[in-house]
């Protein structure tokens, strides 16, 4: 099992010193995806976000953004779907609140349903920061996270080494170190936000 522990991610030691490899997770891309929301839409002061309370990672990261909000003026709405039956609900309990911007966590039940939740998003009318850039192509505004090809090739390190005959309890757990960066322009209009230039020109991919 992944912990957040002292602003890193760490296998934990219950496990026998056997768990190694790389992660999606990182300990700093939260405020980077506030900072990048902030310079997008100025206002947004209230954050609608979407996790599984069953899913440790997932608590870490919503214990990272009540630590962070309040250095970017923004407030917490913590929506929760354990599964996906709970994902209308949980939305649509979301939009009461009336946030201003919306993020979602990669657990794996939200994952495999991620076009239905960028529709319902979208649907209404809320702008939506992802962690991957698939859910920008499937209509989400904008997303920031690890550049997944390139973990799954340091991924292919770790099993050349253990092969070799390395210890995995001896492989340090490495946090993504390659980002990217898109943005939908459609969706950008839609919703009727101009994209600023500096933020276009920092984008590794830009849909229009």
């Not at 760490?10 to 995806?33: E, H, M």
């Not at 990669?106 to 992802?130: A, F, I, T, W």
């Not at 991924?155 to 050349?160: C, M, Q, T």
């Amino acid at each position: 099992m992944i912990r957040f522990v002292q602003g890193s991610w760490q296998a934990s030691p219950d496990r026998g010193g056997n768990i190694t490899g790389n992660t999606i997770l990182a300990s700093d891309v939260v405020a980077k995806r506030l900072q990048l929301l902030k310079e997008l839409i100025p206002h947004v002061n209230r954050l609608g976000f979407l996790w599984n309370p069953d899913n440790e990672s997932n608590i870490a990261q919503v214990e990272q953004l009540k630590a962070t909000l309040p250095k970017f003026g923004m407030s917490l709405i913590s929506v929760e779907a354990r599964s996906s039956t709970d994902l209308d609900g949980a939305l649509a309990a979301m939009m009461r609140e009336r946030p201003d911007a919306f993020q979602m966590t990669n657990d794996p039940s939200h994952r495999k349903n991620l076009e239905r939740v960028v529709r319902l998003v979208d649907q209404s009318g809320l702008p939506g920061m992802y962690q991957t850039r698939d859910a920008v192509a499937a209509g989400g505004l904008i997303s920031y996270g690890p550049d997944l090809p390139d973990l799954f090739l340091r991924g292919a390190g770790y099993v050349h080494r253990i092969l070799q005959g390395a210890k995995p309890a001896d492989l340090p757990i490495e946090q993504p170190i390659t980002f990217e960066l898109a943005v939908n322009l459609k969706t950008a209009q839609a919703l009727s936000i101009n994209v600023p230039l500096s933020l276009l020109a920092l984008a590794n991919e830009v849909i229009d």
